[in-house]
């Protein structure tokens, strides 16, 4: 006796070739009926025999496409309907509730098969893709997910191709981004004087790379500044051009077995490689890499990345050797997305530029991943990974924006159960960041179909995302930094749990008007209590020591009577005004701490790139080294105070190798973690111990301080899947707004 059934579909449906799917699926079991998108769900109506449908519906999920996630959120009986055939119906409405974005995916086997067939009409065509790969989150313009929706609505396909898009057995069937060398976007070379297109332009680009000189190459989500990655003379110039001296440059691998060539690669970080978000990984070099010391001056890791994009691959397999794929902006600025803007705003630092036609609606830098404690670590949401969708605990009383921070910023929006992390942004100090900033914060909106009515930001009244919350007229309520780490953590691992969290990052506002950074808070999220930190000491010069360590050395040896270890002559007039308190803000901050010994051991004066202190330290530790205990003091109100005052003593043996010294100064924070966590859970139980901020994307800290509470008997976490930096934050904040414990 046959029956139907309608089904509703949610979560990863749209962009990843649901809709073909399920048609094919139908004429397998034999089955009539329709399937339609309704912004953000997928609606099935089918009719047949019952073992059929069981098995129908069984194999929506089992044999969904690899980069779908389906959920069946309800499924029905209905009256039969006397369908004939199986069709698949024009997108219609439906409820913004179920919106999910698709993020840009890498190109697929298949397309690149293609693309590398001399017979093949897409040969060699940089923009092949199909339902499986290809931009989403980069053209979407509006939702539902459809080409007049996209910024590929300007291209009118060609009669070859319509008939693929039109064609439910074709795997390019609504494709959205679907075109050929005859109907779709095309590549510009420009170079001084120089106008090449299509293919001349490809190979013009080729060219000028293995000359050595540098190409700003329009991608998915931006332009990246291109060099040859072998090439010593074109590496420093690059530096020199865009005055990077020293921050790590990424670079792109034709294949696995060129990694290996250069990288340290296991399976974890194989696995990351190979993701369909193509992220960044820091790998550890081999030791017999030939890679420029030039690419990471100083460090032992490599930012390493597959090409994700059929240009990329066309590159790479010309060249035959990696490229330098570093974000083309200005420091701190999101990527640049915009043929005019880049050639202005880089002139001076490109030496030719290969644009393409095809218009980015948003930039989206690359992700950026670390494997910490066997696990790939997110450390910068981006390209292929963001907007990050999650399922929440509990629901928005309305919907909710969160702004996030003035550094590494990304924004959230919240609405029922819902929350979304927007892709890295970027540091808000410059014009063009707010703009982006502004311009992501409308598209989150738009793209989910959600206004905000309420706005969240991080309590200093100075941090531009504050200021422009202050602005909005709606209502707006203010997290501590801190607090917004903590519950960051705790949403990822247990929002459930009473957690032990350390939150330990650069310097951020606390409670009492102070610059925090070495807290250890207990509580739930939107409960939190200090209840220890790092002893603080003032920082001479305030903001400016977080680009010149030597002046968080000074504070830290000023502040311990350590004078002669750190000279005053130079700078008596510091030294006094420090003494008084004059632009000397008191700090708990682990991140300046860090900075103060890195100077110490004598690895850096001034910071050419925030964190660069910290870096270096982890990178030079090595060897067998003893922690030092720091002794756990008490303050006026009870809470512990860890005195670091020993472990300045031990980075100024200077008959100690820098390496032993370097090591010694990890290991006793690790330890310092161990011992605050037993001292504490004896007075005030908690269920897990988590490790969030700037600080724990030290690879090195967090792994002995994980393997260190592990041995003592407790569950500690880290961040996985929400960056432990201030790209987190946001979703923090939106944590602290919205939750409350029943």
Known sequence: MPEARRWILTGRVQGVGFRPFVYLLAQRFDLKGVVQNQLGQVMVEAEGEVAALDAFSAALITDAPPLSHPHIADVATIPLHGYSSFEILESAGGSETHIHVPPDLYLCADCQREMDAPQDRRYRYPFINCTQCGPRYTLIERMPYDRANTTMAKFELCVVCRAEYEDPADRRFHAEPVACPQCGPQLKFVSGDVRLQRKAALEACIATLRRGDIVAVKGIGGYHLMCDATNTAAIARLRERKHRPHKALAVMFGDMAAVRAELEVDAQAEAALRD?????????????????????????????????SPLHHLLLGALDAPLVATSANLSGEPVLTDASEVEARLGKVADAFLHHDRPIARPADDAVLRIIAEQAR????????????????????????AVGGHMKNTIALGWGSRAVLSPHIGDLDAPRSLQVFEQVIADLQRLYGVTAQAIVCDAHPHYASSR????????????????AHAAALALEHGADKTWLTFTWDGVGLGEDGTLWGGETLHGRIGGWRRVAYLRPFRLPGG???????????????????????????DISLLHTAWQRGINAPQTSATGRLFDGAAHLLGLVDHASYEGQGGMLLEQCAAGVAEAIVLPLNEDAQGVLVIDWQPLLAAMLRKEIPVATRAMTFHRSLARSIVMQAQRLHAQQPFDAVGLSGGVFQNKLLAE??????????????????IPCNDGGIALGQLMEAGFKHG
């Open 276 to 308: 369909a978000a193509r992220p960044i990984v820091l790998l550890r070099r081999r030791a017999d890499a030939k890679l420029p010391e030039g690419i990471a001056p100083g460090l032992q890791e490599v930012g390493a990345m597959l090409p994700y």
């Open 468 to 483: 422009w919350a202050a602005r909005q007229g709606l209502p707006v309520r203010t997290v501590w930094h801190h607090h």
């Open 704 to 721: 002995l301080a994980l393997e260190g509470l592990q041995q003592a008997g407790f569950d500690a976490y880290l961040p996985q899947q």
């Open 543 to 569: 903001d400016k020591a977080a680009r010149e360590p030597w002046r968080s050395a000074a504070g830290l040896c000023w502040e311990t009577g350590t004078d002669s270890a750190f000279p005053v002559d």
């Open 378 to 401: 997110l450390i910068r949401a981006g390209r292929g990974i963001a907007p990050i969708e999650i399922e929440l605990p509990f629901e928005f009383p309305r919907p909710t924006l």
